[in-house]
């Protein structure tokens, strides 16, 4: 055991001291063209391309390096593939427009406007994430590691994604890979020099359903949210967002916070809600790849846990999906176990064996040969095990629900059995309920209510001899002149709202 420790430090101070022998950033850390004969003039005819890679600085490691750091995916962001030539003006029937240079903290993206008014984005599939780091560490070797751990993610995983969410019945774009030429002049500025020489993905900005009809609007997170506070008209679908959500851990895209989503506000029905449904976006994390070193593991099992690598089995699948915590406290709220169960047995029903190997036969085919039969036989065995990792995600939601109004009046009732506690909420001047659902004491500890603003009445009614006083009842009454009715034991009051950080209707970050 103790040579085994010895051997163990004696690796962890050499990978160290490789990396820190770096000393300051690589310079020319990039490849400077995807083609790899870029020496040779690409016709201006060109239409297509091949043996480009995505990133074949990746891949220029040895094997003390990828044992110690990870092999991630770096033998498909070498891989030779092929893809046709990005054309401004035949990319789309009538051509593309270009817009407002855009992007993330490591994604650069041009938006792109065509005749009808579709809105499109191009965006590269290499990443730097130098834009994420501070200032003072951005001359140091630590963006040379954060660029490696690109690695960990498959530059293609975004083209399994569309045949994969059309079966589950979530909304989807359909990403096309695109070789953008170094002269091509719609790329000549200083913003857009990524670009040059490199692959990238065209999409439709608004993941919609075609099968769907057309919203009244697409909206981001930050208004879907604001809307959802403002009034009780606006409503989350909640079965749909769960849908997503079950298909984001199962496809193991980790990075699914509230900047990652658009939302489709339908026109309300004639006195009834106007409902809010999810669509996803930006599918870079699909099938991540991080702990198959000693480094990685060490980041993603102890420091960064939430980073959780694609396999057979779900690692860790509440640090997985706590990335879309804000989404999921706030719009999973009112689903029951039974509800949860039934989203991920029909989501086993929607992908059987030949859907996902179509979707497989969607990398290219040297980076299929590379990883198509481990990641569809690891697809096979995260789709037996959905209802599984569904009672984990309940079990999560369940123990500390949060449950508000919104910036109108409100009447909440909570209602107190021997064996449960049920919660509904109407607004102030109507009868419809816009909120209900059972509690029982062996899943749930504590619900917490927040009023908001609007003069809200919170009534307490105990049935039977013997009310139970699990879970509590926490309540914060908001704005406005809020009353409590019939409090008893197990029942905390509090006119104020909650701590702005920590507040129901804190707008999210994007």
């Not at 909440?412 to 909120?435: L, M, Q």
């Not at 009310?467 to 905390?492: F, H």
Request: charged letters at 20%.
């Amino acid at each position: 055991m103790i040579l085994l420790r010895l051997r163990f430090y004696t690796l962890m101070g050499g990978a160290l001291a490789g990396l820190l022998a770096t000393g300051c950033v690589r310079k020319q850390f990039f490849q400077p063209d995807a083609r790899l004969d870029a020496t040779a003039a690409l016709p201006a005819a060109a239409d297509s391309v091949r043996n480009v890679t995505a990133g074949r600085h990746y891949a220029r490691h040895g094997g003390l390096y990828n044992a110690l750091v990870g092999r991630h995916h770096r033998p498909s962001w070498a891989a030779p593939v092929a893809a046709p030539v990005f054309n401004m003006r035949t990319a789309r029937p009538g051509g593309l427009r270009p817009g407002k240079v855009g992007g993330g903290f490591n994604s650069t993206s041009l938006n792109l406007t065509a005749p009808d008014g579709r809105a499109y984005v191009i965006r590269t599939v290499d990443k730097d994430p130098i834009r994420a780091t501070p200032m003072a560490v951005r001359g140091t070797f630590l963006v040379n590691v954060l660029r490696d751990n690109v690695s960990s993610t498959n530059p293609y995983a975004a083209l399994l994604v569309p045949p994969l969410a059309r079966a589950a019945g979530v909304p989807r774009s359909s990403p096309q890979l695109f070789y953008v030429r170094p002269d091509d002049p719609a790329f000549q500025t200083d913003s857009l020099v990524h670009f040059r020489g490199q692959l990238a993905y065209l999409e439709e900005k608004a993941a919609l359903a075609p099968e769907r009809p057309a919203p009244a609007a697409v909206v981001n997170s930050v208004k879907a949210f604001g809307s959802l506070f403002a009034s009780p008209a606006r409503r989350f679908d909640q079965p749909a967002l769960l849908r997503a959500r079950l298909l984001d851990a199962w496809l193991g895209d980790w990075d699914r916070h509230a900047g990652q989503w658009s939302w489709a506000v339908d026109a309300p029905a004639p006195g009834g809600f106007a409902p809010i449904r999810p669509l996803p976006k930006d599918r870079d994390m699909v099938i991540y790849r991080l702990d198959d070193g000693v480094l990685g593991w060490l980041i993603g099992h102890v420091i960064i846990r939430h980073w959780v690598t694609f396999g057979p089995r779900y690692k860790a699948p509440v640090a997985q999906l706590s990335n879309g915590e804000y989404l999921d406290r706030r719009a999973l709220n009112q689903l029951t176990r039974a509800q949860f169960q039934a989203a991920a047995r029909d989501l086993q029903r929607r992908l059987p064996d030949s859907v996902i190997e179509r979707a497989m036969r969607r990398l290219p085919p040297a980076v299929y040969a590379l990883e198509g039969p481990r990641t569809l036989a690891a697809f096979q065995a995260r789709r037996d095990h959905l209802p599984a990792l569904a009672e984990t995600f309940y079990r999560e939601l369940a123990r500390q629900p949060r449950i508000a109004g919104t910036n109108e009046a409100e009447r909440f009732e909570i209602h107190r059995y021997a064996d449960s506690t049920v919660v509904a909420v109407f607004p102030a001047k109507g009868t419809a309920t816009f909120y209900r659902r059972a509690f029982v004491p062996t899943e749930t500890k504590r619900i917490q209510l927040e009023g908001l603003g609007g003069d809200d009445v919170f009534v307490i009614e105990n049935h039977g001899p013997v009310a139970r006083c699990s879970p509590a009842i926490r309540i914060y009454g908001g704005l406005g002149t809020d009353e409590l009715r019939q409090p008893g034991s197990g029942v905390r009051f509090e006119q104020d709202s909650v701590p702005a950080g920590k507040a129901f209707d804190k707008l999210p970050e994007e």
